[in-house]
């Protein structure tokens, strides 16, 4: 992530909510599978700032490497910006831009830095509900006939229900003109009326009372293989 955000600058703010879905379905694949926790941590915070970070001067002969936030002072060199020691040697110095000003001018996503930003990082710890039952379910086929998916479900629970969506953990991103419950066959038809989406990648999902994604399998709608 943190290099496709050195890479976007910017941009980055159209990616939150991508990134965000792609960590959710990856925790929850997880728990799917057994795990019966998922801790997940950070080793840096950053900065983004629309137009810009500004940039302060910080001579190149005084350093002997620098990067956006920090530099490695070179020998004995003062510098006029604030210092901090090294974690693992604190008998050494670097030097670090005061603010959210960066060495190198052009960024609008740094870090490695002392702000608050850079410094605080999430550490989120991830458990299934205790008061969910999982029904255990499979997609045994998924067929299309023109804009209509038609889902086999095995065993055929009457309490799951079936949806069509382009990220599987967000209900707002069903494409199906309603989720619908499976028979008594454990069959399901979805429809999707919108036939711009012919094409789209999607995930067909199995939901249960709550809402939560019991499975899923990738399609493509219209596919016919």
């Known amino acids: 992530i943190d290099a496709r955000c050195h890479d976007l600058q910017i941009d980055l703010a159209g990616q939150i909510d991508d990134e965000l879905d792609r960590l959710c379905e990856r925790i929850i694949g997880l728990l799917d599978a057994g795990w019966r926790a998922v801790r997940v941590v950070t ?12 940039k302060c ?3 190149g002969y005084l350093v002997a490497s620098r990067w956006a936030r ?13 210092t901090a020691a090294w ?16 060495f190198i001018a052009g960024n ?3 870090h490695g830095g002392l702000s608050l930003q850079e410094c605080l990082i999430a550490d989120l710890h991830v458990t299934p ?9 499979r997609i045994t ?11 086999t479900v095995e065993p055929a629970e ?5 949806d069509l969506r382009t990220k599987p953990n967000v209900p707002d991103a069903s494409i199906a003109g309603s989720v619908k419950a499976l028979d008594a066959e454990g069959r399901a038809s979805l429809v999707v009326e919108n036939e711009d989406l012919a094409g789209t990648v999607a995930v067909v999902v199995l939901l249960d009372k709550a809402g939560r994604v019991l499975a899923r399998q990738p399609t493509t709608v219209g596919d016919r293989d």
């Open 129 to 137: 509900s205790e008061e969910s039952s999982v029904i255990s379910v």
């Open 57 to 59: 001067d910080l001579p």
């Open 108 to 110: 609008d996503y740094a």
């Open 87 to 102: 974690f693992w040697n604190a008998a050494d110095e670097f030097a670090t831009a005061p603010g959210v000003a960066c």
């Open 43 to 54: 080793d840096h915070g950053w900065l983004l700032m629309p137009g810009g970070l500004p």
């Open 141 to 151: 086929d998924v067929n299309w006939v023109g804009q209509r998916c038609r889902v």
């Open 70 to 82: 920090c530099a490695a002072i070179k020998g004995g060199s003062k510098v006029a910006v604030p």
């Open 158 to 162: 009457p309490a799951v229900r079936v």
